[in-house]
């Protein structure tokens, strides 16, 4: 199964899940503690963001709650953007939806303040050269990159309870694997190191603001509760940069 079909097939979930994720919106905030405290500044000032790769939309409507002006979501799911938009305009949050396969966003340059990604994004991507070159051409001079994202570490770490360990069919420096926890089945994930995802936003004429890792996954499955993320492991990490003036 391609990478497409095997992520139309996963968003049904979001359409299945259209009146829980309405009240999650309503009671609480997909943005987590880590990315709050260097997403609010910039928040501050009303930015336009354009949210690449924006899943089912639920930080979408987070970042309108703290601050931003409007948000522009693209993702490459038919099924993903139309459920997302459907959530947008029931609440009447200033979102809207783009459906399209990145790097190469339909959207003109320097529209946003701010571009926000993560989550589960990057590793779809197997050019981060050119997915930061159209970054940078959607931001406004003085505008932000914030990604939170998993570690690139994380395709290591086992499940495990007990202890955690490192499995032994991955490697740090691979280019690929197959995702075989993906709700569709065999997805093929993109592998960069950190230094190179670093090099892919400095390459694109950004300026490094923020970089920090993170013990804490951005997502926990239903009850388990493996021991590589007890504290111990890197998990995620935080990346901002800044478009010269």
């Known amino acids: 199964m391609g990478n497409?079909?095997?992520?139309?097939?996963?968003?049904?979930?979001?359409?299945?899940?259209h009146h829980e994720l309405l009240d999650q919106?309503?009671?609480?905030?997909?943005?987590?503690?880590?990315?709050?405290?260097?997403?609010?500044?910039?928040?501050?000032?009303?930015?336009?963001?354009?949210?690449?790769?924006?899943?089912?939309g639920l930080d979408d409507l987070a970042l309108?709650?703290?601050?931003?002006?409007?948000?522009?979501?693209?993702?490459?799911?038919?099924?993903?953007?139309?459920?997302?938009?459907?959530?947008?305009?029931?609440?009447?949050?200033?979102?809207?939806?783009?459906?399209?396969?990145?790097?190469?966003?339909?959207?003109?340059?320097?529209c946003a303040d701010l571009v926000y990604t993560g989550k589960g994004a990057l590793i779809w991507l197997p050019d981060l050269g050119s997915w930061a070159e159209d970054v940078a051409r959607l931001l406004r001079?003085?505008?932000?990159?914030?990604?939170?994202?998993?570690?690139p570490l994380v395709p290591l770490w086992t499940w495990d309870e007990d202890e955690p360990r490192i499995r032994p069919d991955r490697g740090y420096f691979e280019r690929s694997h197959?995702?075989?926890?993906?709700?569709?089945?065999?997805?093929?994930?993109?592998?960069?190191?950190?230094?190179?995802?670093?090099?892919?936003v400095l390459g694109a004429g950004l300026e490094l603001r923020h970089v920090a890792e993170h013990a804490e996954p951005f997502y926990r499955w239903g009850d388990l509760d493996a021991a590589a993320w007890r504290g111990r492991l890197p998990n995620t990490f935080t990346l901002l940069a800044r478009k010269p003036r």
């Open 4 to 17: 497409r079909s095997a992520w139309e097939a996963a968003s049904g979930k979001y359409v299945q899940e």
């Open 178 to 200: 197959v995702n075989d926890t993906f709700p569709a089945g065999g997805a093929v994930e993109y592998q960069t190191t950190l230094a190179g995802i670093i090099t892919a």
């Open 64 to 110: 309108v709650a703290e601050g931003a002006r409007s948000v522009v979501g693209v993702d490459f799911s038919s099924v993903t953007v139309t459920a997302a938009q459907r959530r947008a305009d029931e609440l009447g949050v200033n979102c809207r939806y783009v459906i399209a396969e990145l790097p190469g966003a339909p959207l003109r340059d320097g």
């Open 141 to 151: 001079p003085g505008g932000h990159l914030f990604v939170l994202e998993a570690h």
């Open 25 to 56: 919106a309503r009671y609480s905030s997909s943005l987590t503690a880590v990315e709050l405290e260097v997403l609010r500044p910039l928040l501050a000032d009303a930015p336009a963001v354009v949210h690449l790769q924006s899943g089912h």
